[in-house]
């Protein structure tokens, strides 16, 4: 039996509006990432990326998408990912692009480039080791924007679902990201 080895890309969709992220679907984005695919490279880049192309994760509060393709043609879909300029979801068209943050499954030297700092070789994992720093990072950030706590008590599910981290971990960054949120809004 033959093992297929895959590329994971790790991006975050940034976009003026973040309300455009909220309604957002996995199915509409991998469908919006192929069709530019097939735009930019043609009939060749459409068939070589539709097997084994996925959307992975999909984080709607913080816009971080994890897409999943196959090892030779990994460079298709990362190219093709910044022409993507607009993004139609439920009869609205909203403006945005995709932001690379990470490639899991390279090697070492090849990660530098993205990431701007070294990271290890791996596949899935050390995109979710990434996705749990990044996240970490952005948490304080999205809970000063959020007032009403249900928002706030979403926010905190949503990124603790992402993250590989036991209940303590995740209740110790929420109570303390809270707090810091609380102190930042005073």
């Not at 992402?162 to 209940?167: A, V, Y």
């Amino acid at each position: 039996m033959v093992r297929f080895k895959h590329r994971y890309l790790l991006c975050e969709l940034v976009s003026e509006d973040p309300r455009c992220r909220l309604s957002l679907d996995d199915r509409v984005l991998g469908g919006l990432v192929r069709d530019t695919i097939a735009r930019v490279h043609g009939a060749f880049g459409a068939a070589a990326c539709s097997v084994g192309f996925a959307v992975r994760y999909l984080n709607a509060y913080t816009g971080v998408v994890l897409l999943r393709c196959r090892k030779d043609f990994y460079q298709l879909v990362w190219s093709a990912l910044p022409f993507i300029t607009c993004l139609e979801n439920k009869g609205h068209r909203y403006s945005c692009f995709f932001n690379t943050l990470h490639v899991g499954g390279m090697c070492g030297g090849c990660c530098q480039g993205v990431t701007g700092s070294e990271q290890l070789p791996g596949t899935i994992r050390t995109c979710q080791k990434f996705l749990i720093q990044y996240n970490r990072r952005q948490l304080l950030v999205l809970l000063q924007n959020y007032t009403d706590e249900g928002e706030r008590e979403a926010i905190k599910k949503s990124v603790s679902r992402s993250c590989l981290l036991d209940r303590e971990s995740v209740e110790e960054l929420s109570d303390s990201a809270g707090e810091e949120a609380a102190e930042a809004m005073e």
